[in-house]
């Protein structure tokens, strides 16, 4: 089955811990995506990437980072200097292209005590 | 920086009753348009896209979305919701200088009552 996966699904930490959540796509997709949800707000972008080894901040990127060493992954890192991580992480993969399609991960939820 | 509005952010209806939900985007210049749909514990999904030609855009499950440009508007509408129907929707925008990154709207949270 081709898709995305992310795991966990729930995530709980100490506030000071950073967090790493993980996501995978096994639809050769060239472009991922990291998105946060909260109510009310929709869905905005904290980081993407087009290819292997490149990424460009969202509009919400303070306080995350990620990697993309291979073209099936994208880890995003909640770090401790994000204020308010507590929130609905998605990711997302497209080919790349302008107005693709974007395919969707089941999320993760996050909550910081 | 672009902006997506999504009017309404709860909708009830009961089943049988027409569906219109609004979306307004403030990009001036030629866009690509979007409706996602999340339904109950399931991954946000693609309702249907316009990319150009005729206004009136046809999706999954009945849904269709007309493509106004001088209103800036891309209004989501079924003429009769079932009880499934229930679910978040997003509009999302795709601007001609954006590659390919969406703008999406805060989310319309539809309940359908049978």
């Known amino acids: 089955d081709g898709g995305i996966t992310q795991s966990p699904k729930y995530l709980f930490r100490k506030e000071g811990q950073n967090v790493t959540l993980s996501c995978e796509q096994n639809?050769?997709?060239?472009?991922m995506y990291w998105y946060r949800q909260d109510p009310g707000q929709g869905l905005r972008l904290i980081y993407y990437s087009q290819i292997v080894n490149d990424f460009q901040k969202g509009d919400i990127a303070e306080g995350y980072s990620v990697s993309r060493e291979k073209k099936e992954s994208f880890p995003l890192t909640v770090t401790s200097a994000q204020k308010n991580p507590t929130a609905f992480y998605l990711c997302?993969?497209?080919?790349?292209?302008?107005?693709?399609?974007?395919?969707f991960g089941p999320g993760t939820r996050l909550t910081v005590t | 920086a672009q902006s997506v509005s999504q009017h309404n952010h709860h909708v009830i209806l009961s089943e049988a009753a027409s569906l219109e939900l609004g979306c307004n985007y403030s990009y001036g210049g030629t866009v690509n348009l979007f409706w996602y749909v999340q339904y109950p514990g399931q991954h946000l999904q693609l309702l249907l896209k316009?990319?150009?030609?005729?206004?009136l855009v046809k999706g999954i499950k009945g849904f269709e979305a007309e493509f106004i440009k001088s209103k800036f508007s891309f209004n989501l509408r079924k003429p009769s919701v079932q009880w499934s129907d229930t679910a978040e929707y997003f509009c999302?925008?795709?601007?001609?200088?954006?590659?390919?990154?969406?703008?999406f709207g805060g989310g319309t949270r539809l309940m359908v009552k049978p």
């Open positions: 999302a925008v795709n601007p001609d200088n954006a590659g390919n990154m969406l703008t």
């Open positions: 316009y990319f150009s030609g005729d206004p």
């Open positions: 997302a993969s497209s080919i790349a292209g302008q107005g693709a399609e974007q395919y």
């Open positions: 639809l050769n997709h060239d472009a």
